[in-house]
């Protein structure tokens, strides 16, 4: 009868080493010692890619038109030394000019080509990143990979044509750098938020005293120097922001959904494409845009309360904050567009490389957001256009996710987060 081993062996023996690597070793640049997950994530993320690119090159109504039309255009006029004073299409921040001008510099292919190579860089490295952060040691999962891995393709080739797998992947690495380099992630988020606003809103969930100090101060130091270099190297380097003034309500807001709704049931209005998007206008249009403003401000003011409430940080506090910041300024927006799902996709992948996040159920409501928005554009956007009860049944779907997610999101983000007052507490002695 063979003898068992000892109880302090028994303790000491460890995994088994990977196969194919003789000492056990895990080695970066040796793909036969990674993980054989990782492999299949490798695997999977590589079909996928080359899914999204076929069918980016069979196209339905010319998905990348705005690459190749506008990008290309503003690409020509900021080379000029110009931003493009006067057109209402221009609605972003003066960082966005680094990501038009980059492809127009790339030799030997066209501008389309250098565009999508850049985002395919740039949803590679998210990926390795967040592969990366999965292996920081214990508490830390693969399921964020996953999710990005996952969920980008559900938009079809979406990503690829428009610029905000980059912003997203910007951030992405300001979050994880934030626990042990708050300068690097402020820097990062700093980079981000000047070629798109939202990610200012990844240092929100902070740890107080050193790790805010540090990240804010830098986020403010990175973004006030990237704008004064382009203010001073550019012309109009600030003319988006009367663009943003005349937006009207969109009509995949929330807004939106609700004036579909109206037209349904005989209210006058009408879809006119200005401003770049297709917007509604006629009476109460005004009214709900108005709506939309003050519910920003409602939840800004929300996100400031509970920023002084709350008491208990935990590792993935940062993470689930972020997203539901980003959450609560994507619901209350006058514009939706389907392509910040990117945005949610990469915070919620980032919130779950934490095993204590407590933004999964969130995570799911995305990912079938995500697919919905699919149905919305570009398959039955058509009948979004039309108002037909099929294309309102999308968007009020669509944006019946998102609104669940963002409310679950703050619930349980407070819940974990800002204690409960004890019984009596708050009564006079």
Same mark, same amino acid.
């Given at each position: 009868?063979?003898?068992?081993?000892?109880?302090?062996?028994?303790?000491?023996?460890?995994?088994?080493?990977?196969?194919?690597?003789?000492?056990?070793?895990?080695?970066?640049?040796?793909?036969? !010692?990674?993980?054989?997950? @990782?492999?299949?994530?490798? %695997?999977?993320?590589?079909?996928?890619? *080359?899914?999204?690119?076929? &069918?980016?090159?069979?196209?339905?109504?010319?998905?990348?038109?705005?690459?190749? /039309?506008?990008?290309?255009?503003?690409?020509?006029?900021?080379?000029?030394?110009?931003?493009?004073?006067?057109? +209402?299409?221009?609605?972003?921040?003066?960082?966005?000019?680094?990501?038009?001008?980059?492809?127009?510099?790339?030799?030997?292919?066209?501008?389309?080509?250098?565009?999508?190579? *850049?985002?395919?860089?740039?949803?590679?490295?998210?990926? &390795?990143?967040?592969?990366?952060?999965?292996?920081?040691?214990?508490?830390?999962?693969?399921?964020?990979?996953?999710?990005?891995?996952?969920?980008?393709?559900?938009? &079809?080739?979406?990503?690829?044509?428009?610029?905000?797998?980059?912003?997203?992947?910007?951030?992405?690495?300001?979050?994880?750098?934030?626990?042990?380099?708050?300068?690097?992630?402020?820097?990062?988020?700093?980079? #981000?938020?000047?070629?798109? =606003?939202?990610?200012?809103?990844?240092? *929100?969930?902070?740890?107080?005293?050193?790790?805010?100090?540090?990240? @804010?101060?830098? *986020? #403010?130091?990175?973004?006030?120097?990237?704008?004064?270099?382009?203010? $001073?190297?550019?012309?109009?380097?600030?003319?988006?922001?009367?663009?943003?003034?005349?937006?009207?309500?969109?009509?995949?807001?929330?807004?939106?959904? =609700?004036?579909?709704?109206?037209?349904?049931?005989?209210?006058?209005?009408?879809?006119?494409?200005?401003?770049?998007?297709?917007?509604? $206008?006629?009476?109460?249009?005004? !009214?709900?845009?108005?709506?939309?403003?003050?519910? !920003?401000?409602? #939840?800004?003011?929300?996100?400031?309360?509970?920023?002084?409430?709350?008491?208990?940080?935990?590792?993935?506090?940062?993470?689930?904050? %972020?997203?539901?910041?980003?959450?609560?300024?994507?619901?209350?927006?006058?514009?939706?567009?389907?392509?910040?799902?990117?945005?949610?996709?990469?915070?919620?992948?980032?919130?779950?490389?934490?095993?204590?996040?407590?933004?999964?159920?969130?995570? /799911? &409501?995305?990912?079938? #957001?995500?697919?919905?928005?699919?149905?919305?554009?570009?398959?039955?956007?058509?009948?979004?256009?039309?108002?037909?009860?099929?294309? +309102?049944?999308v968007v009020v779907l669509r944006n019946g996710l998102l609104l669940a997610a963002t409310l679950l999101s703050c619930v349980r983000l407070w819940r974990t987060t800002v204690p409960r007052c004890p019984r009596g507490a708050d009564r006079l002695p």
């Amino acid at each position: 009868m063979r003898e068992a081993a000892p109880p302090s062996a028994r303790k000491e023996a460890g995994p088994a080493p990977v196969r194919d690597a003789p000492d056990g070793r895990l080695r970066w640049h040796r793909p036969r !010692t990674w993980p054989r997950d @990782w492999l299949v994530l490798a %695997a999977y993320w590589t079909a996928s890619r *080359l899914l999204m690119l076929a &069918l980016l090159r069979q196209g339905h109504d010319d998905i990348a038109a705005e690459v190749h /039309v506008l990008y290309h255009g503003w690409d020509e006029q900021l080379r000029g030394g110009s931003f493009p004073i006067g057109d +209402v299409s221009w609605q972003y921040p003066p960082g966005a000019a680094f990501v038009m001008v980059v492809p127009g510099l790339v030799p030997r292919i066209s501008y389309l080509q250098a565009f999508v190579l *850049l985002m395919l860089v740039a949803d590679a490295v998210v990926l &390795l990143a967040l592969v990366l952060a999965a292996h920081r040691g214990r508490g830390r999962s693969l399921a964020g990979a996953w999710m990005w891995a996952l969920a980008l393709p559900l938009l &079809l080739s979406l990503p690829l044509a428009r610029y905000d797998v980059l912003v997203t992947g910007l951030a992405v690495l300001a979050l994880l750098a934030l626990p042990v380099r708050p300068r690097l992630g402020g820097t990062l988020a700093g980079l #981000a938020a000047v070629i798109k =606003v939202w990610p200012v809103l990844t240092v *929100l969930g902070t740890p107080r005293g050193r790790t805010t100090r540090e990240a @804010w101060f830098a *986020l #403010a130091a990175s973004a006030g120097v990237l704008l004064l270099l382009l203010a $001073v190297g550019f012309r109009g380097a600030f003319a988006f922001l009367f663009a943003q003034q005349e937006r009207g309500v969109e009509i995949e807001s929330m807004g939106g959904a =609700v004036l579909h709704a109206a037209r349904l049931f005989g209210w006058p209005g009408e879809i006119k494409h200005q401003y770049g998007s297709f917007e509604f $206008v006629g009476p109460y249009v005004s !009214t709900v845009a108005g709506a939309s403003l003050l519910l !920003t401000a409602v #939840a800004f003011a929300w996100l400031l309360l509970w920023r002084v409430r709350a008491r208990r940080w935990t590792d993935a506090t940062p993470y689930d904050a %972020a997203l539901a910041a980003v959450l609560l300024f994507t619901a209350t927006s006058r514009v939706i567009s389907p392509q910040y799902l990117i945005w949610l996709i990469g915070l919620a992948a980032v919130c779950l490389t934490v095993g204590r996040t407590t933004q999964r159920p969130v995570a /799911v &409501l995305l990912l079938l #957001a995500a697919a919905v928005t699919t149905v919305d554009y570009p398959l039955f956007f058509g009948a979004v256009v039309g108002s037909s009860w099929q294309g +309102v049944a999308v968007v009020v779907l669509r944006n019946g996710l998102l609104l669940a997610a963002t409310l679950l999101s703050c619930v349980r983000l407070w819940r974990t987060t800002v204690p409960r007052c004890p019984r009596g507490a708050d009564r006079l002695p």
